[in-house]
């Protein structure tokens, strides 16, 4: 006959053993440390296999922030536009819809209705992001903290992930991808992120890019561009009405990117800086304040403004 204590002993040694295997067949592939310990719902538990390097206590729940009685003022919610989820309790969770926003259809977009983006410099199996520092200043990244939730709508639970950033912050991935904003994107809808350097695309539900045309020149936009610019002034393309200016050639993020629209003469905000130039359409480049001095057409991205001979000298532009 066992003794009281043999059997606590039992009791206490089998009651281990199965909330071990349980932690076991909840898990996303591990922790990176044991206070990051991997845990998800028992009815999702694929939703952080696409990084399991990220992965940690993190509530995936169907339907969007509103049905799930989110509090106010927390998650994308608090989240300012253009800007990085800086604070804690805009951490707190993220919404990922299955949405239409401009011409991307379909396209993920946040609890505040912006579109959210993936990068091709970026891997998808194993998830990496490559967006640090300045670059992530430019492209937000959906970040999301330990106990936090994403709630899904429209997107399968399975595609969805977390990976540990270069800074140890956790960034939210779709298909493998890691996302982001665009901080240009000021009101929920706006697009002016996609085709960027011919590497930045509006994400769809299953990871893939959205917006098939932007897509023809994916692995090196530079090249198809810079012969187009050669003789800018033979071939008119349609008038653009805004455009994105980059300190660095090739769309680099390494330094701010600054953003300019409206019609007729606009002066940008930090002249003779510019290396590279993003836009759709046709707009006049001029070397002085007020569309005065030297000037230069161009019909489109410009990869490498030197190759124009316009390197640091925009200081305004003409759009129309």
């Known amino acids: 006959m066992l003794s009281k204590n043999s059997t606590r002993k039992n009791t206490a040694f089998f009651a281990s053993f199965a909330a071990a295997g349980a932690l076991l067949l909840s898990a996303c592939g591990g ?45 994308d919610w608090a989240n300012p536009p253009g800007k990085a989820a800086s604070k804690p309790v805009q951490r707190k969770w993220v919404q990922l819809s299955a949405s239409r926003a401009g011409n991307l259809d379909p396209v993920v977009v946040n609890g505040s209705g912006f579109t959210l983006y993936r990068f091709d410099n970026d891997t998808a199996s194993p998830s990496k ?39 140890g912050t956790r960034q939210v991935t779709v298909g493998g991808w890691p996302v982001y904003r665009f901080s240009k994107d000021l009101k929920p809808g706006d697009t002016n992120g996609q085709g960027v350097g011919g590497t930045w695309f509006g994400v769809q539900p299953d990871g893939q890019k959205s917006g098939a045309p932007a897509e023809a020149e994916p692995s090196a936009p530079a090249e198809p561009a810079e012969p187009a610019e050669e003789a800018p002034d033979q071939t008119q ?7 994105i200016l980059f300190d660095d050639a090739n769309f680099s993020d390494n330094g701010p990117a600054q953003g300019v629209a409206g019609e007729g003469c606009q002066n940008v905000a930090r002249p003779k800086v510019t ?37 640091n000298k925009i200081s305004s532009v003409t759009f129309g």
Not at 40 to 61: E, F, V, Y
Not at 131 to 149: E, H
């Open 129 to 167: 992001s490559t967006c640090n520092g300045p670059c992530a200043t430019t492209w937000p990244p959906v970040l999301v903290d330990p106990g936090s939730k994403i709630f899904v709508d429209g997107v399968n639970a399975s595609d969805v992930g977390v990976v540990r950033r270069d800074d």
């Open 237 to 243: 393309a349609a008038p653009a009405g805004s455009a």
């Open 31 to 75: 922790g990176d440390d044991g206070s990051d310990a991997a845990k998800t719902p028992a009815s999702k538990p694929a939703a952080s296999s696409p990084a399991a390097d990220g992965s940690m206590d993190l509530a995936l729940k169907s339907g969007t922030a509103q049905q799930n009685n989110a509090p106010k003022k927390t998650g």
């Open 275 to 311: 290396s590279s130039i993003s836009v759709s359409g046709s707009m006049k480049l001029w070397s002085a304040p007020n569309c005065k001095g030297t000037s230069k057409v161009i019909n489109g991205d410009v990869a490498d403004l030197s190759a124009i001979g316009f390197d």
